[in-house]
Nanobody, 121 residues
Framework: QVQLVESGGGLVQAGDSLRLSCAAS????????IAWFRQVPGKEREFVAT????????VYADSVKGRFTISRDNAKNTAYLQMNNLKPEDTAVYYC??????????????WGQGTQVTVSS
């Protein structure tokens, strides 16, 4: 079992950067693919980015490609989402997720509690 805790959210202005962290418990972190999703009230959870267990492959949503970077440090049991050139439409609660399958669908088995990111114009 994996427990995930996100941090790093906050209120920023358009054009600013933030780095989200996803700290995982357990010794099997390196076995799991990690993904970031986001959700705004009244809308479905939206895929943002995902990274394989080794970190060798990544996939991004078109809306964040070129601005966001997902990475992981298996020695620290932590994954990251570097968000640059933030836009107001990036405002959402961001969730990290862990699972055995590398996918863009919200079918991951483990989820964090979420961290709020608010981008003002």
């Amino acid at each position: 079992q994996v427990q995930l805790v996100e941090s790093g959210g906050g209120l920023v202005q358009a054009g600013d950067s933030l780095r989200l962290s996803c700290a995982a418990s357990g010794r099997t972190f390196s076995s799991y693919a990690i993904a970031w999703f986001r959700q705004v009230p009244g809308k479905e959870r939206e895929f943002v980015a995902t990274i394989t267990s080794s970190g060798g492959s990544t996939v991004y949503a078109d809306s964040v490609k070129g601005r966001f970077t997902i990475s992981r440090d298996n020695a620290k049991n932590t994954a990251y989402l570097q968000m640059n050139n933030l836009k107001p439409e990036d405002t959402a609660v961001y969730y990290c997720a862990a699972g055995l399958w590398f996918t863009t669908k919200p079918t991951y088995g483990y989820w964090g509690q979420g961290t709020q990111v608010t981008v003002s114009s």
